[in-house]
């Protein structure tokens, strides 16, 4: 059976997961479905639901942060709502020099929409995007 048949979960590595649940649970407003062990670590790991299901697992390793490029992506329907409330809680959206932002942070898309970034404590890059 293909893969596209089963669901499909991004993991992310933290480098503290106190400072994780911090981030994604009070700035990001994520509810964790479970908790648990990484590798080594007694209550490492967070699973947390996003859209109706479990979506996103953090877990914390000493790979935390180690790559620039987008992990996962939001689809939202309004996407200034959402970058407004996430302001207000205190995440910082990021600002590339080679893009034009408005004063949100929000940027065009490449083929149509709009989209903006930010990280997690440790670096790691989340996209929200919209198709207007």
Same mark, same amino acid.
């Given at each position: 059976?293909?893969?596209?048949?089963?669901?499909?979960?991004?993991?992310?590595?933290?480098?503290?997961?106190?400072?994780?649940?911090?981030?994604?649970?009070?700035?990001?407003?994520?509810?964790?479905?479970?908790? +648990?062990?990484?590798?080594?670590?007694?209550?490492?790991?967070?699973?947390? +639901?996003?859209?109706?299901?479990?979506? *996103?697992?953090?877990?914390?390793?000493?790979?935390?942060?180690?790559?620039?490029?987008? *992990?996962?992506?939001?689809?939202?329907?309004?996407?200034?709502?959402?970058?407004?409330? *996430?302001?207000?809680? +205190?995440?910082?959206?990021?600002?590339?020099?080679?893009?034009?932002?408005?004063?949100?942070?929000?940027?065009?898309?490449?083929?149509?929409?709009?989209?903006?970034?930010?990280?997690?404590?440790?670096?790691?890059?989340?996209? *929200?995007?919209?198709?207007?």
């Amino acid at each position: 059976m293909p893969l596209s048949a089963y669901p499909l979960r991004a993991s992310i590595a933290v480098s503290d997961i106190q400072q994780a649940v911090a981030f994604y649970e009070g700035k990001l407003g994520l509810r964790a479905l479970r908790s +648990g062990p990484s590798a080594a670590i007694a209550d490492g790991s967070r699973v947390y +639901g996003s859209g109706g299901g479990p979506a *996103l697992n953090v877990f914390q390793s000493a790979t935390a942060g180690k790559t620039p490029a987008t *992990l996962a992506t939001w689809y939202v329907d309004d996407i200034d709502q959402i970058v407004d409330e *996430l302001t207000a809680s +205190g995440v910082e959206f990021v600002r590339y020099d080679q893009l034009e932002h408005d004063t949100k942070g929000i940027t065009a898309r490449a083929g149509g929409g709009r989209i903006a970034w930010f990280q997690d404590p440790d670096g790691n890059t989340f996209a *929200l995007e919209a198709d207007v």
